[in-house]
């Protein structure tokens, strides 16, 4: 190639980038150590309940103190948090410039899929005793059975108590599971179509098989259980009518690759996302001049409905209180803000290459991903920025040597998926999905790549500080 070209390939060229090459040495090591954190949150925080106690935990030791709606107006560099419901959290810096002059929001989700328990879960047959499942979000039903689970969840007891509950993540716990039938047997499964090969009736989960010394009972199993349940917890069965259990991979969180330069897991999706986010937030040393909000929200994955989900008020009340506040309502902010919706793509996977459109794929090590809209097939359930955003963001990451990319959730036809993105913009908010490209999405143990988390978390701050 003759160097004219090259030099006209480089400018005129979309060319791909790996970080390896794009970032120094001591980037790449900064990296690392940011991705040490990430880990342990990762393996830490399982559950929405337990990301959004963490969460506010974290904020409060980092100078956020509890938002009264009805107190003076913020000062710049004030930290307020406001918690909905253990669900989902808000966290607000205010920044020097006036309310109306809008607000710089990354909204990331903090659910993930998972097997819920049903109301009546408890119950024995032939010989072992089994919780019902309900599964939650989307997953491929055959990946959860003959793995280790863990419970995590809340029980309301009648007398107004509560009991949290988390089981067979520590060492030396017991674990829970779904099982298989043998491939010796498995011929009539196996003829199955593959979103049958394991039915959601049965996704029944193994919790026990010794009966209760008394041979005049029936259901022995179930009264063991029950009472052991009883003798660690106070509950009784009709306690799991008001109860919200999760079953979750009891796996660990580990280094992938003999370069440990990718990560493995359950629940990137969306935590790799919402960590970042929410150590930009903490990272913010002085006032911005913008107020920067970070939310972590709950039920993305099934919808975003629900009252700690993007679909219902909440976020748009906290800012009509700030808006208040400052003598405004809250669509003079809303109608000059800004939003990066903290949501994952797929990652461009070579085994499964023909679901891609490779030009319009997001890879593996080539950064955050940008994705101007999501949905499915002709842009159904999306917000479709505008390029006037687009090209905002763009500037704003390549002036601050962000790596970034862009990419599509698959082919047109080949399916597609949402985010929270369309509720936010639904509230006269110029909104994009920022975030990062994940292989094995929804599956129990997914997989990211340590530079595209750290660029994330490099794409936030310089939203939120630039």
């Known amino acids: 190639m003759s160097e004219k070209a090259k030099q006209l390939k480089e400018m005129l060229f979309n060319e791909k980038k790996n970080g390896v090459d794009f970032m120094s040495p001591e980037e790449l090591r900064e990296c690392d150590a940011f991705c040490e954190g990430y880990k342990e949150f990762l393996g830490e925080c399982k559950t929405e309940r337990e990301i959004a ?25 004030e930290k307020v948090y406001y918690a909905n419901r253990g669900k989902s959290v808000i966290l607000c810096v205010k920044g020097k410039r006036s309310i109306k002059d809008g ?41 959860w059975v003959a793995i280790p689970l863990s419970l995590h969840g809340r ?73 052991l349940l009883y003798e660690k917890y106070g509950i009784i069965e009709r306690d799991f009518l008001s109860a919200e259990l999760e079953l979750v991979p009891a796996f660990t969180v580990d280094d992938i690759g003999f370069d440990r330069s990718l990560i493995g897991g359950y629940g990137h999706d969306d935590r790799v996302c919402s960590y970042p986010a ?29 009252n700690t989900g993007l679909n219902s008020s909440y976020l748009k009340y906290f800012i009509e209180d700030l808006a208040r506040m400052e003598g405004y309502d809250g669509r003079d902010v809303l109608r000059n803000s800004k939003c990066l919706s903290a949501d994952v793509n797929a990652a461009y996977d070579p085994t499964w290459s023909s679901v891609f459109e490779k030009n319009n794929a997001s890879f593996i090590n080539n950064g955050v991903c940008v994705t101007k809209f999501t949905g499915s097939r002709g842009k159904s359930g999306t917000s479709d920025a505008s390029a006037e955003f687009c090209g905002w963001v763009r500037r704003l990451l390549d002036e601050n040597d962000v ?46 790549s340590k530079i595209d988390v750290y660029m994330a978390y490099k794409a936030f701050i310089t939203f939120f500080t630039k």
């Not at 990354?106 to 049903?118: F, T």
């Not at 509560?162 to 030396?172: L, W």
């Not at 790596?403 to 006269?428: R, S």
Request: aromatic residues 8%; negative net charge; hydrophobic residues 35%.
């Open 53 to 77: 106690a963490w969460v506010e935990k974290v904020a409060i030791d980092n100078g956020f103190v509890k938002f009264d709606e009805f107190g003076e107006p913020l000062e710049a560099g």
């Open 278 to 306: 929410l150590e930009a937030i903490l990272d913010i040393d002085e006032a911005p001049e913008y107020t920067a909000i970070t939310v972590l929200t709950d039920k993305e994955e099934i919808g975003s409905d629900g």
């Open 403 to 448: 790596l970034w990319q862009t990419g599509e959730l698959g082919k047109v036809d080949g399916g597609g998926g949402g985010t929270v993105a369309m509720y936010i913009a639904n509230l006269d908010v110029d909104t994009i999905d920022v975030g990062v490209p994940v292989l094995s999405m929804h599956a129990p143990y997914e997989i990211v």
């Open 103 to 143: 607000v710089r929001i990354s909204a990331a989700h903090i659910d993930s899929p998972r097997l819920d328990l049903k109301q009546c879960p408890v119950y024995e047959q032939e010989g072992l005793g089994y919780f019902k499942t309900h599964y939650y979000g989307g997953i491929k039903k055959y990946q």
């Open 155 to 227: 029980i309301c007891k009648n007398d107004g108590t509560f009991v949290d509950v988390k089981i067979g993540e520590a060492p030396g716990e017991p674990k829970f599971c779904i099982t298989d039938i043998l491939p010796h047997l498995g011929d009539e499964q196996m003829q199955r179509k593959a979103n049958e090969i394991v039915k959601g009736e049965e996704l029944n989960v193994v919790i026990g098989s010794r009966p209760f010394r008394d041979d005049e009972e029936s259901e022995k199993i179930k009264l063991n259980l029950l009472s």
